[in-house]
């Protein structure tokens, strides 16, 4: 039986052998995973900045009444060109003429009452010269004549004032532009200083954009921003920066610039729709991949490269610019790097790759 014992552990040995023979040649392989792939290659390009903004005027302001009243009148609307002088609406002026006329009648009065002072005067001093009156009847009369000569010319006041506020119940134009907003209507009672007519003096013209707050950390400043008409490119002008917000507009993130235009065609009109373009110096190399092969990490841009023939590599890389066919990496990847572009999204680290290049048909 003792002689059995060993035989009995090399047949069991053998046969774990065998199993485990079995096992590993049933194994299967990693299967690659099938990608498509360019070779990084490097463009040339110039750093463009394409911004919408609208043509405004440079010198803006607002009329208004400068008396109270119903507004009776309203000749002109918003978009209306107008002239200095142009009448733009009216107000009743019944008020204002009864205070002109009950001003004019005290004037006629005082004038009068001028006029009996000045004789009674003139009569006193006569006699005083020959001796015929007393010195206290004299005096009397030349504080009479100064009393009413102080009477018109406080009532001649009160003329102009009257006149003046008559004159106030037309509101009239006092340069030429256009109507931007309009807030009365006839029948409308107003106060004195309540806005009636926005207004757009005619002359220099402003570009306005809203700009993101990065584009203005930059160090470079550009003396001189293109701008041209949306609806037609080839109407443009020169705009430079000319101020800019020192607020940003919390609900965009982004500042208000205003470029001065230098002699902006007549095509370019107030509310008219513009493209700045801001084009760099010099221009800079850098590779051109498509966007298929553009995936995420932590939040950052990155690429899968191909390396040692079939090995998948994640790799972070900076975006010099976005654009519409393709994306420009300023670094991360070198020139002739194989960068997977179709089936990027399900490759895993360290995973082997069937890769095959891709063709112009396939771009």
């Not at 004159?167 to 200083?193: E, F, N």
Request: hydrophobic share 40%; glycine share 6%.
């Amino acid at each position: 039986m003792r002689n059995d014992r060993p035989t009995a552990l090399a047949a069991a040995l053998a046969a774990l052998l065998a199993i485990s023979g079995c096992t590993d040649e049933k194994t299967p392989t990693e299967t690659p995973v099938p990608v498509h792939f360019v070779e990084a290659k490097a463009k040339t390009f110039e750093k463009t900045v394409s911004l919408t903004g609208t043509i405004v005027a440079r010198n803006t302001s607002t009329y208004s009444f400068e008396t109270g009243g119903r507004v009776t009148d309203v000749f002109v609307d918003v978009g209306d060109q107008v002239e200095p002088g142009t009448v733009l609406a009216k107000i009743e002026p019944t008020q204002q003429q009864a205070d002109v006329a009950s001003a004019k009648a005290k004037v006629d009065s005082a004038e009068a009452s001028l006029a009996q002072a000045t004789a009674a005067f003139e009569r006193q001093r006569q006699l005083l010269a020959k001796g015929f009156t007393t010195r206290s009847d004299y005096d009397t009369a030349e504080q009479t004549l100064a009393s009413a000569q102080s009477t018109l010319n406080t009532a001649k006041s009160d003329l102009v004032t009257a006149n003046k506020s008559l004159s106030d119940t037309v509101l009239r134009s006092d340069a030429k532009g256009v109507i931007t907003s309009r807030s009365v209507d006839p029948g409308q009672v107003v106060t004195a200083a309540q806005s009636a007519f926005g207004f757009a003096k005619s002359g220099a013209l402003d570009a306005v954009f809203k700009i993101q707050e990065q584009l203005l950390i930059s160090e470079r400043k550009p003396s001189a921003i293109e701008v041209a008409l949306v609806e037609d490119p080839s109407v443009k002008a020169i705009g430079r920066i000319r101020e800019v917000s020192p607020l940003i507009d919390s609900s965009t993130g982004t500042v208000q610039v205003k470029l001065g235009l230098e002699n902006p065609p007549q095509k370019m009109t107030l509310g008219s729709a513009v493209v700045g373009r801001e084009t760099g110096d010099a221009p800079e190399k850098a590779i051109s991949l498509p966007w298929s092969s553009l995936i995420e990490k932590d939040g950052k841009p990155a690429v899968w490269v191909v390396q040692d023939g079939d090995k998948a590599k994640l790799t972070e890389i900076a975006i010099a610019a976005y654009r519409t066919d393709d994306i420009l990496v300023a670094s991360g990847i070198e020139e002739g790097a194989r960068v997977v572009t179709d089936g990027s999204q399900l490759v895993l680290p360290g995973a082997r790759l069937d890769p095959v290049a891709e063709t112009s048909e396939a771009k």
